[in-house]
């Protein structure tokens, strides 16, 4: 366990966020992302997993790495961790303790599940006035629906998401990535950082409340612009957008790529690259409105032409003419793209168990106070022993814990 002491003695984050004490409740992506966030900018993010088991996450069978879960593994980077049991009294006393000194609490549960324990809002705030208190649920906790928990597939449905996705014609589609948890998670990390600048000047803490629901809402801000503007909900259009073209997924002579004539500049250098500069002054291409409504008929003119060279000569052309173009890459030509790579969107970590393993980094950069990936996510109860000696229990209450099953360690 030498990699598991050493993970313990890393230097000082750089990070603008350093110094903030975040304690993460919340388990598998939703509450993750947030606190995955807040970890790679500087905060002390101390997982607090239940037992028995741990974030739920762990149990993701496959993909697996050395029998480690690999989506466990991407979303929990830069966290420490603690096993504790809340349903024992003593660590109901021990979450207490821990927010006395933190600045930050997440959770994703149903409403009222805290509160059942004698953990929620109110208590955790009166023992802590500076506490950000953030709930990442379903539905969020007001309105006839605040009970309910959520799930991405569902909240994506609820939203509309679902039924703008994919192609016309064609049974309701997910976003094949759970857009939902992931941009819930964002929007508690944006929360949570608001919350903090009101208590670097107040002193004082408050709740901060979102869901799955609206962080899919939010995706919808074109389409809700028809929908307000018009009454009538649009319906899915593929790769195209749905108020300017053309602007969507064409096909090459070796592959896809994307073509993005967001305005009438680009659309003219569109078609004098295709060689028909004539389309510029066809009454059905001539103006926005006009492409919108002779779409099809467009597509199936510039599939023509497009199929005739690959997709490298395309976009050479393309790039030179200044129209924004690019390739439809699959998940493995993104992540191993050179650009990619110069942003650093990919970080090498040694995991205890799992190994060398890769993960994906932070997409922010901050030329005086950098972000930094260089913890991998923790065993179930690894920090359990540090943490709980920095707030104040002695090694002998510790050890008693253990042996009584109210916290876990790793070793």
């Known amino acids: 366990m030498s990699g598991v002491a050493a993970q313990s003695k890393l230097p000082p984050h750089p990070g603008p966020l350093a110094g903030m004490r975040v304690l993460e409740l919340a388990q598998i992506?939703?509450?993750?992302?947030?606190?995955?966030?807040?970890?790679?900018?500087?905060?002390?993010?101390?997982?607090?997993?239940?037992l028995p088991g741990g974030d739920d996450a762990?149990?993701?069978?496959?993909?697996?790495?050395?029998?480690?879960s690999a989506p466990f593994l991407i979303m929990n980077r830069n966290k420490r961790g603690v096993a504790l049991d809340l349903k024992h009294p003593r660590g109901r006393d021990i979450l207490l303790r821990l927010v006395e000194t933190a600045d930050v609490l997440t959770e994703n549960f149903r409403r009222g599940t805290l509160e059942k324990f004698g953990l929620g809002y109110d208590v955790l705030s009166a023992k802590n006035p500076g506490l950000i208190y953030c709930a990442v649920s379903g539905y969020g906790r007001s309105g006839p629906l605040g009970d309910k928990g959520g799930f991405d597939l569902i909240a994506q449905g609820f939203a509309g998401l679902m039924s703008i996705t994919g192609e016309p014609g064609r049974p309701p589609v997910k976003t094949g990535n759970p857009v939902a948890d992931i941009n819930a998670g964002i929007l508690a990390f944006g929360g949570i950082l608001a919350a903090y600048v009101h208590k670097l000047k107040t002193g004082r803490g408050q709740m901060v409340d979102t869901s799955l629901m609206e962080a899919a809402l939010q995706q919808t801000y074109w389409q809700a612009a028809i929908y307000f503007a018009t009454g009538e909900s649009p319906g899915p259009t593929g790769s195209a957008h749905v108020l300017t073209a053309p602007y969507q997924a064409f096909r090459a002579r070796d592959g896809w790529m994307n073509i993005g004539g967001a305005n009438q500049a680009n659309w003219e250098r569109i078609a004098e690259v295709l060689g028909h500069p004539e389309w510029r002054a066809d009454p059905r291409f001539a103006t926005n409105s006009a492409r919108m409504?002779?779409?099809?008929?467009?597509?199936?003119?510039?599939?023509?032409?497009?199929?005739?060279?690959?997709?490298?000569?395309?976009?050479?052309?393309?790039?030179?003419?200044?129209?924004?173009?690019?390739?439809?890459?699959?998940?493995?030509?993104?992540?191993?793209?050179?650009?990619?790579?110069?942003?650093?969107?990919?970080?090498?970590?040694?995991?205890?168990?799992?190994?060398?393993?890769?993960?994906?980094?932070?997409?922010?950069?901050?030329?005086?106070?950098?972000?930094?990936?260089?913890r991998p996510a923790p065993l179930l109860g690894e920090h359990t022993r540090e943490v709980l000696r920095e707030c104040g229990y002695s090694a002998a209450e510790v050890e008693s814990f253990i042996a009584e099953g109210v916290v876990a360690a790793a070793s």
Not at 37 to 50: C, P, R, T, Y
């Open 29 to 50: 992506m939703a509450g993750p992302t947030c606190g995955m966030m807040l970890a790679d900018l500087g905060a002390d993010v101390v997982k607090l997993e239940k």
């Open 58 to 68: 762990r149990g993701y069978r496959e993909p697996r790495i050395n029998g480690v």
């Open 293 to 374: 409504e002779n779409l099809d008929t467009l597509s199936a003119l510039m599939d023509t032409v497009l199929v005739t060279r690959d997709k490298a000569e395309w976009l050479a052309a393309f790039d030179a003419a200044g129209v924004p173009a690019g390739s439809v890459h699959n998940l493995g030509e993104a992540l191993t793209h050179p650009q990619t790579l110069a942003r650093g969107m990919v970080v090498d970590l040694v995991h205890p168990e799992a190994g060398a393993t890769r993960a994906l980094g932070c997409p922010l950069h901050f030329s005086a106070t950098p972000a930094r990936v260089d």
